[in-house]
């Protein structure tokens, strides 16, 4: 496999596989609850968000799987699609990295099971035959694909996914997705600025359209500036009119900061100075924090996807 880390694991028993995918996902998770106060923790949790920044599309599961299994990949695909949309071959010997794929079927009005499932359950619907179904999710399966690594043929001229632009571009580029997010944004002069030492804030509802108010102050470092919008925005869907107190203030915060990381790094920015308290999340349960880890990939999917369509229409 195309991996340069110790660490990583396979899945390759058909038997097992399931199990073992489930289970390396669910004591990563552990690992990082029990070890929140400890910089190995960190360090990983920003190499699983190094992954979600490059796969932006893919749940937490899933990014945690190819962490494990190839945390340098860049760009994944079956067997076939390589083949047969990018005229690329699987090397001889190479190993499959496994995520999740959804299970796209028809399925009971009643029961939501595939028609399989159905004549085994206890659901006694029976108003449409099975072939009169309509199609929707009916699970997830383990499926084999390749990073980009991992096979060889034509080039792939559009694999660089960081921002052609500089970051005043994506600052503007920012500004612009805010009504899509149902957020106001205002950028405010530095000698305007009136909340202290704060880069931005979102504390309060706009008067002028009642969305939540992302203030951020002006400066030289347009970057830092962009960084700072998404870490607000990320707290504008994530955290407003959500009760707060100083212990969940601090956990929200690692929370607007993973967003904004994850976002800065698909833009090609530099978020390498981004610093994550996890021992803000010590006295949360495993539960909690899985819920927080598909949060975060669920937000910074939400707005990566509405900036690449500012993008485009320009």
Known sequence: MATTSDSSVS?????????????????????????????????EFQEWLDVQSRFHDYS???????????????????????????????KEGE????IWAPIITKQCPECENSPSYHEDSDCDYDETPPEKWSKGLVGFKPTPVFDVSQTKGEALPDLDTEATGDASDLVA????????????????????WTHGEAKGICEQLSLFDVQPLVE??????????????????????LHFDIDDDDTERSKREVEAEAVAYVVGRYCGLD????????AAWESDDPEVVRNRLDRISRTAEEIIDIVDEVMEDE
Not at 11 to 26: K, P, Y
Not at 271 to 278: E, I, N, V
């Open 11 to 43: 899945f390759e028993e058909t038997d097992t596989r399931d199990d073992e995918m489930n289970s390396t996902i669910e004591q990563w998770i552990d690992d990082l609850v029990a070890g929140v106060d400890d910089v190995q923790a960190s360090d």
């Open 60 to 90: 937490y599961r899933n990014t945690l799987l190819i962490k494990h299994q190839c945390p340098e990949a860049t760009r994944v695909a079956g067997y076939r699609t390589w083949q047969e949309e990018f005229d690329r071959h699987v």
């Open 95 to 98: 190993s499959a990295i496994w």
């Open 173 to 192: 580029q920012l500004t612009e997705t805010a009504d899509e997010l149902g957020v106001t944004v205002q950028i405010v002069p530095d000698e305007e």
């Open 216 to 237: 951020v102050r002006d400066r030289e470092n347009k970057a830092d500036i962009a960084r700072t919008l998404v870490h607000e925005y990320a707290h504008a869907l």
């Open 271 to 278: 978020t390498s100075g981004s610093a994550f308290y996890l």
